[in-house]
């Protein structure tokens, strides 16, 4: 590449967005919030209508030697949900387009729509629209979710303060060793289509990567218990960055707590079979679309009786940094290893 | 292909979408309308807010040989406008996904960036978001487009009557001339750096292709003569494919006259160089981006006076159906031989 010319692996994803971005100015009174949260949002009326889109790519975000098309359909539409709740939104609508190369029929094409349904069908959501196209080489995914909140309610990753208890829902790491998994298996396999892969016992991995689910039921908890996170993010890219990204929006710093990350036994079982650290996995591991929160500190006890949500560290000063506790005692500084599409 | 199943190319673009989603219910009270016009609709408190989308593809939708990126950024946004403006609203935001192959440098983004920027300036929308990742093979680029308009002032393909008139701005076919004109000079080229195309006299064709307005100017003055079309689309797959696009949603017919559809001279003087039948190239041409309109009878005085608007024929009931008179006298059927991204 001509040396007056900058790689985008230099700047990666976030770098090239805040590059392309940092400069817009809103024209419409109806802009409240554009790039940098899990959603932009709009203000119709008495309405905040907010709307998130993602791109996924065959050969980049997923393989379809190992994801079936009905699968992959509902989890491109379930993490676009996920990043309406991590706003405290409801999803509403999405529209679909696809560019679809000439080795797909219709039939395959139907069986992605028919899990893209499924997914709307479970989380309420109405499917309204898109674009339908030819790709010259495999399969392209662009979903684009709409959903609405009350202002009050709306939920970004700026709002963090110090002191605040850091949440997460479920566990980490369990998707990322899932996609461990089916890769080892695909090799394993190497083209045999007889070929019978070897889940006993680690079947948790392989739903958590071929059909994660969004926390809507997170979201109803916590709006039941009357409890509105001060920021909140959802982790599609492991927990180091989205903690990051909460800390570098809220100017704050973080500590939390190696020993109070939530992992899975089949995650823990999985990391020792492939020699891989635990804590690695579930940090940078990507793909959990479990909800990271904050909140005030008088809330503990509300929180602590909640099943399925964890506190496992709390917001400090923004010069103490990121840091996490590990299990003998030490500090090591969080840094956003987590899968970056844009990466060499 | 196993013979079980379907090529898509067999249903086409449109017959895939209708597979795909003739029997989705909706769920949510803010969904108005969705698959099957230029935009969806929704309906939060006051506001209808609709949205639209647009995938396009390198080697399918454009040629970097002659498109300059800054350019295909402009022209990416504006056609997003135009769908709005074909339900006579107006745009107020767009998320932009890009997928990025690792030929592309952060200066060939930021191009491709100031040119939906530029857009964004002109037309007053607001860049809310969006999405960038890799890609195997070329650039993917999807564009999310929302906007508002009271819900009085909504215009459908469906709604067009008998004996309205049948209208449309600018001229047709120009833009097809200017693909044409550009597929030719690259042709010539053949590789040669320093070569000069050959564009003095269609200057217009050029433009038309790679830098297409929407009409917004058009929506303004109508909206200053009160008019509200019964029906509109905006012309991206040629007169023909969209023409039958509002008979078919109205269950109306049409007849139009040949001698009466505009073109510029330019594109005249192109056809009768390349040897392509003139007619052809407006019917079926496409990326004109202009509004095809149908107005109530009574408003024909007021309508004709408009500069840029042109009354082309008029609706008939449906068992007339979709008809061109030509300029001897005689009949044809319209068909939707239109620019089809799903064709082999």
Redesign the interface.
């Known amino acids: ?2 040396k ?5 692996s ?2 990666g ?1 976030f770098g ?2 805040d ?3 940092h400069e ?1 100015k ?3 009174p ?2 409240i ?3 940098g949260d899990d ?2 949002v ?1 203000h ?4 905040e ?1 907010l ?5 996924l ?5 997923f393989d379809l030697t190992y994801v079936p098309l009905k699968h992959l359909g509902y989890k491109s539409a379930v993490v676009n949900f996920s990043d309406l709740y991590a706003m405290n939104a409801h999803p ?2 999405i ?1 679909v ?4 190369s ?1 080795r ?7 069986e992605l ?1 028919s899990g893209i ?1 499924l997914a ?1 069908d479970i989380y ?15 399969l ?1 995914i ?1 979903i ?1 979710c ?1 959903g ?1 909140a009350p202002k009050e309610k709306i939920v970004y990753r700026s709002g963090a303060n110090v002191n605040d208890l850091i949440c997460v829902s479920g566990d980490l790491g369990a998707a990322y060793m899932g996609l461990q998994l089916l890769e080892r298996e695909k090799i394993v396999s190497n083209g045999q289509t007889e070929f019978q892969p070897q889940f006993q016992g680690k079947e948790y991995l392989i739903e958590r990567q071929l059909k994660p689910e969004a926390r809507k039921d997170i979201i109803k908890i916590l709006e039941e218990k009357g409890i509105i996170p001060t920021s909140m993010i959802d982790v599609s890219d492991g927990l180091s960055s989205e903690l990051l990204h909460i800390c570098n929006q809220s100017k704050v710093g973080c500590r939390i707590y190696e020993d109070r990350i939530p992992i899975d036994y089949q995650t823990a079982v999985m990391a020792e079979e492939i020699g891989m650290n635990l804590v690695t996995a579930a940090l940078n591991g990507g793909e959990d679309y479990e909800l990271l929160f904050t909140i005030p500190l008088h809330l503990h006890d509300t929180i602590d009786k909640i099943e399925g949500i964890k506190i496992i560290g709390h917001i400090t000063k923004e010069e103490y940094g990121c840091i996490m506790e590990t299990r003998d005692g030490g500090e090591i500084g969080l840094k956003a290893q987590g899968w970056n ?2 990466s060499k």
């Open positions: 590449m001509n007056d010319l900058t790689e985008i230099e700047l994803e090239l967005i590059r392309l971005t817009i809103f024209k419409n109806s802009t919030k554009g790039v959603c932009a709009m119709y009326d008495n309405t209508v709307v998130s889109t993602d791109l790519v065959e050969g980049i975000h509403r609508q529209t387009s696809l560019a679809i000439k797909f029929a219709v039939e395959h094409i139907e729509y349904k709307c309420g959501v109405d499917l309204v629209g898109g674009d339908t196209t030819t790709s010259r080489s495999g392209t662009s684009t709409i609405d599409p844009l």
